[in-house]
């Protein structure tokens, strides 16, 4: 069955929008690194499902090498599934993003999020970056060119409406992300056709 992926450090809200995205409930608060496995859940307007992968990056109480073999399992599951996952979305916490970005870039050092964004479109996987936690954000629109400049995206963001999607899931308004998800499947079923 298709499938949509979410992807993300932990902490960025990716629970929070299953809920928003699914009716279900999800550990949210938990124990850091609780979603060890894949997770696949129905998504009731379209036919696919959505596959929750493990929260990666910093945790407290989760030492660097199990942080790193969370990190290899997901990419290993992107690849094996690469054929199969119709949209991965990147979710990322819009307040913190750009800080997390510019501290971990350097000569011999990618920071996570762009690794993940280049990495899924090296798979072919088309990326939605659902930008949470813009109720936090004031600057929103230099907020959103400024990550599509960290990602490689030539400003300004409201080009890229199908890849950056600025929500508040916290707060249901996640209506960027629906519309740029729904973009991708409707733009590959055209290619199917
Ligand atoms: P996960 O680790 O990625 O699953 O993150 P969670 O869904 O557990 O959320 C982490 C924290 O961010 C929680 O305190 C949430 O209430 C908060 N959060 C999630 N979405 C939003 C949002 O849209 N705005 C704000 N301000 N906080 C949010």
Request: proline share 6%; glycine share 6%.
């Amino acid at each position: 069955e298709a499938e949509v992926a979410l992807v993300g450090r932990s902490n960025v809200g990716k629970s929070t929008l299953m809920r928003e995205l699914t009716g279900h409930t999800f550990d949210t608060g938990g124990k850091p690194g609780v979603t060890r496995q894949p997770n696949h859940y129905d998504w009731a307007p379209e036919d696919f499902v959505i596959t929750d992968l493990p929260g990666f990056g910093f945790m407290s109480g989760v030492d660097e090498e199990h942080r790193e073999e969370i990190k290899t399992n997901i990419v290993h599951y992107l690849e094996d599934y690469a054929e199969n996952i119709l949209v991965a979305v990147l979710v990322v916490d819009g307040k913190s993003v750009i800080d997390i970005i510019d501290r971990h870039s350097g000569p011999d050092e990618v920071p996570y999020d762009v690794e993940m964004f280049h990495f899924l479109r090296d798979l072919d996987i088309p990326v939605v970056v659902a930008v949470n936690k813009m109720d936090k954000v004031d600057d929103k629109d230099e907020r959103l060119n400024d990550l599509c400049d960290r990602l490689g995206l030539y400003p300004p963001w409201k080009q890229w409406q199908e890849t950056i999607a600025p929500i508040t899931a916290k707060k249901g308004r996640i209506e960027p992300l629906n519309e740029a998800v729904r973009e991708h499947l409707h733009e590959q079923n055209r290619d199917d056709l």
